[in-house]
């Protein structure tokens, strides 16, 4: 935006000496100052000294505001008067012996369409930023006119339309025993189902679907062929139909049955059928804790410790000459059991490579992100450096993920109550507690491999471990919780990820501190650029017109009581 300085300050001083003027004629008023004997050079003397403060403050206001960055001006003068064209009224179609069909054509405005009320027989039955309009709730063989008009956002209102006006039809015969669609299709006018779909979540259902006719329709449901907890009604007539079911339990098998009716009134059994809610989702128990390989010739023994609250669970050890696995069945299962180490016998004598993810199954299923280490002939690593390469490297340069914007912003870490991301100032972590790392689903693109977080010892930069980031139940993250660590200190969090030609194709790290349980803050860190920004809030030009203002006042005030008691 273009902004014309001159104009700008002329109107800011123009506000400001007005704002000042009043502020004295109402001290004056209410005898907080009272010069009885030169009360209109008083005036003048104040609203001149007001008016050389803001003349020197304002522009400097005004211009370092400009100066930084953060001026913007938004001004919108409307004085619209005029009214929206008149809308046609187009048809009345009786669709049924309670429903009547509206259409009218769009209305065009000088500045902004706000709505149409409709009317029915003179009286307003709806407001609406569309062209149509489903009248359900009629009576049978009535006649019924219908107008309409238009405003805009200003509330400028169009001249009403032309009337028209239809007869809904008889009612129908007395309601029959609901029938089959396999019965009646023969008949070319006979209501049927042509598409239905439902879509479970953990506590609802949606149906949607299509009928060949217009119809209004009855859902019922229930644990059993009672259909006796709950049901949905519709009135008006459509061919298209969606409706959502709701206050349904987790992992729960329903009955349900969907009625339709017809224009003629006649219900029809349109399907019966079944459908099962998704099971509550619970959050990924720990990883495994200091995972640890040893080779000997072509022999590996791994060994772990079970995460706290999960020393009963169950321990799933998968291995694969290709790449870390990135699932519980992605290559061999080679141990399932409850103990804390493994003996691979043998697992290098044909590949000089193996690869392993550890992964923890809670009571109820769940099972936890998986943690990775792989080992060789010649040497043992985690998952710190390219697979295929022949030893880890933390020291590796830093990648960016090339032509798809991914940003560090994206690395979140949450540990209760507390967020971080990779372009937090510090991460503080407690060491008694679990934490979790994530990436959204929607960051990446699909085509990646696997994502590996890889966390050093703090008491041992020399060690590392490392867990998979696998994608969540409701497909929203990526993510790997990640056991109470133990120990405190400095460590760092590295996270890489891989295509599926198993090469890394983005590498990002982050400091983080490991802080004791017991520690307490005593009194608040102030860092530098804390201290800057509370001196540039003194510093700050509004700031100092309030002090310079309430000086003022307060010298006027007191020269004023001093000519009062001389007098």
Same mark, same amino acid.
């Given at each position: 935006?273009? *902004?014309?300085?001159?104009?700008?300050?002329?109107?800011?001083?123009?506000?400001? @000496?007005?704002?000042?003027?009043?502020?004295?004629?109402?001290?004056?008023?209410?005898?907080?100052?009272?010069?009885?004997?030169?009360?209109?050079?008083?005036?003048?003397?104040?609203?001149?000294?007001?008016?050389?403060?803001?003349?020197?403050?304002?522009?400097?206001?005004?211009?370092?505001?400009?100066?930084?960055?953060?001026?913007?001006?938004?001004?919108?003068?409307?004085?619209?008067?005029?009214?929206?064209?008149?809308?046609?009224?187009?048809?009345?179609?009786?669709?049924?012996?309670?429903?009547?069909?509206?259409?009218?054509?769009?209305?065009?405005?000088?500045?902004?369409?706000?709505?149409?009320?409709?009317?029915?027989?003179?009286?307003?039955?709806?407001?609406?930023?569309?062209?149509?309009?489903?009248?359900?709730?009629?009576?049978?063989?009535?006649?019924?006119?219908?107008?309409?008009?238009? @405003?805009?956002?200003?509330?400028?209102?169009?001249?009403?339309?032309?009337?028209?006006?239809?007869?809904?039809?008889?009612?129908?015969?007395?309601?029959?025993?609901?029938?089959?669609?396999?019965?009646?299709?023969?008949?070319?006018?006979?209501?049927?189902?042509?598409?239905?779909? *439902?879509?479970? !979540?953990?506590?609802?259902?949606?149906? #949607?679907?299509?009928?060949?006719?217009?119809?209004?329709?009855?859902?019922?449901? +229930?644990?059993?062929?009672? =259909?006796?907890?709950?049901?949905?009604?519709?009135?008006?007539? $459509?061919?298209?139909?969606?409706?959502?079911?709701?206050?349904?339990?987790?992992?729960?098998?329903?009955?349900?049955?969907?009625?339709? =009716?017809?224009?003629?009134?006649?219900?029809?059994?349109?399907?019966?059928?079944?459908?099962?809610?998704?099971?509550?989702?619970?959050?990924?128990?720990?990883?495994?804790?200091?995972?640890?390989?040893?080779?000997?010739?072509?022999?590996?023994?791994?060994?772990?410790?079970?995460?706290?609250?999960?020393?009963?669970?169950?321990?799933?050890?998968?291995?694969?000459?290709?790449?870390?696995?990135?699932?519980?069945?992605?290559?061999?299962?080679?141990?399932?059991?409850?103990?804390?180490?493994?003996?691979?016998?043998?697992? /290098?004598?044909?590949?000089?490579?193996?690869?392993?993810?550890?992964?923890?199954?809670?009571?109820? +299923?769940?099972?936890?992100? +998986?943690?990775?280490?792989?080992?060789?002939?010649?040497?043992?690593?985690?998952?710190?450096?390219?697979?295929?390469?022949? !030893?880890?490297?933390?020291?590796?340069?830093?990648? !960016?993920?090339?032509?798809?914007?991914?940003?560090?912003?994206?690395?979140?870490?949450?540990?209760?109550?507390?967020?971080?991301? @990779?372009?937090?100032?510090?991460?503080?972590?407690?060491?008694?507690?679990?934490?979790?790392?994530?990436?959204?689903?929607?960051?990446?693109?699909?085509?990646?491999? #696997?994502?590996?977080?890889?966390?050093?010892?703090?008491?041992?930069?020399?060690r590392s471990y490392s867990f998979l980031l696998r994608i969540n139940k409701d497909r929203t993250a990526y993510e790997a919780t990640i056991a109470p660590i133990k120990l405190y200190g400095p460590s760092r969090l590295q996270i890489e990820i891989y295509d599926y030609e198993r090469e890394i194709v983005g590498?990002?790290?982050?400091?983080?501190?490991?802080?004791? #349980?017991?520690?307490? /803050?005593?009194?608040?860190?102030?860092?530098?650029?804390?201290?800057?920004?509370?001196?540039?809030?003194?510093?700050?030009?509004?700031?100092?017109?309030?002090?310079?203002?309430? /000086? *003022?006042?307060?010298?006027?005030?007191? $020269?004023?009581?001093?000519?009062?008691?001389?007098?």
């Open positions: 935006m273009k *902004i014309n300085i001159i104009n700008l300050i002329l109107t800011s001083l123009t506000i400001f @000496f007005s704002i000042c003027v009043h502020l004295v004629r109402f001290l004056q008023k209410n005898r907080f100052m009272y010069n009885p004997i030169s009360k209109g050079n008083f005036l003048r003397r104040t609203g001149v000294a007001l008016f050389m403060v803001g003349l020197f403050l304002v522009p400097n206001i005004i211009w370092a505001q400009i100066e930084s960055g953060d001026f913007t001006i938004s001004a919108q003068i409307v004085n619209d008067l005029v009214p929206p064209t008149t809308p046609t009224m187009l048809s009345v179609v009786p669709i049924a012996y309670d429903q009547i069909d509206v259409t009218w054509s769009a209305s065009t405005d000088n500045f902004l369409l706000g709505g149409y009320v409709l009317l029915r027989d003179g009286n307003p039955v709806a407001t609406t930023t569309l062209t149509t309009y489903l009248d359900t709730g009629l009576t049978a063989s009535t006649t019924y006119s219908y107008e309409v008009y238009a @405003f805009d956002v200003f509330y400028n209102l169009s001249t009403t339309s032309n009337s028209l006006s239809t007869t809904t039809p008889n009612p129908p015969p007395a309601t029959p025993t609901p029938t089959s669609t396999s019965q009646t299709n023969t008949a070319t006018r006979v209501l049927a189902l042509q598409d239905l779909s *439902i879509e479970t !979540e953990i506590n609802t259902a949606v149906f #949607s679907w299509q009928t060949n006719n217009r119809s209004r329709f009855v859902l019922r449901w +229930g644990r059993n062929d009672a =259909y006796d907890e709950g049901y949905i009604m519709n009135d008006a007539y $459509r061919t298209s139909h969606q409706t959502l079911v709701g206050e349904l339990e987790p992992g729960t098998i329903y009955l349900y049955e969907l009625i339709g =009716y017809g224009t003629n009134g006649i219900p029809i059994t349109l399907k019966k059928g079944q459908f099962k809610t998704k099971d509550s989702i619970s959050q990924s128990p720990s990883n495994v804790q200091n995972l640890q390989v040893i080779v000997q010739e072509n022999d590996i023994t791994l060994s772990w410790e079970k995460p706290i609250g999960f020393e009963g669970s169950t321990i799933r050890v998968v291995r694969s000459h290709l790449g870390y696995p990135s699932d519980p069945y992605d290559g061999a299962i080679v141990y399932e059991g409850k103990g804390n180490s493994f003996y691979d016998k043998s697992s /290098l004598e044909v590949y000089g490579k193996q690869y392993y993810t550890v992964f923890v199954y809670a009571d109820d +299923g769940a099972v936890s992100s +998986g943690a990775v280490v792989r080992a060789g002939r010649k040497y043992v690593a985690t998952a710190t450096s390219t697979p295929g390469d022949n !030893e880890g490297n933390l020291e590796e340069e830093l990648i !960016e993920i090339p032509d798809f914007g991914f940003s560090v912003e994206n690395i979140l870490v949450k540990q209760g109550d507390s967020f971080f991301d @990779f372009k937090s100032e510090r991460i503080y972590l407690d060491n008694s507690k679990s934490f979790i790392i994530s990436i959204p689903y929607s960051a990446l693109p699909k085509h990646l491999k #696997s994502i590996i977080v890889t966390l050093l010892d703090p008491t041992d930069m020399n590498r990002y790290r982050k400091h983080i501190d490991f802080i004791a #349980s017991e520690t307490e /803050l005593v009194e608040e860190v102030v860092f530098p650029d804390k201290i800057v920004g509370i001196f540039e809030r003194i510093m700050s030009p509004l700031f100092w017109i309030f002090i310079i203002i309430l /000086l *003022i006042i307060f010298l006027l005030y007191r $020269r004023s009581k001093e000519t009062e008691d001389n007098h």
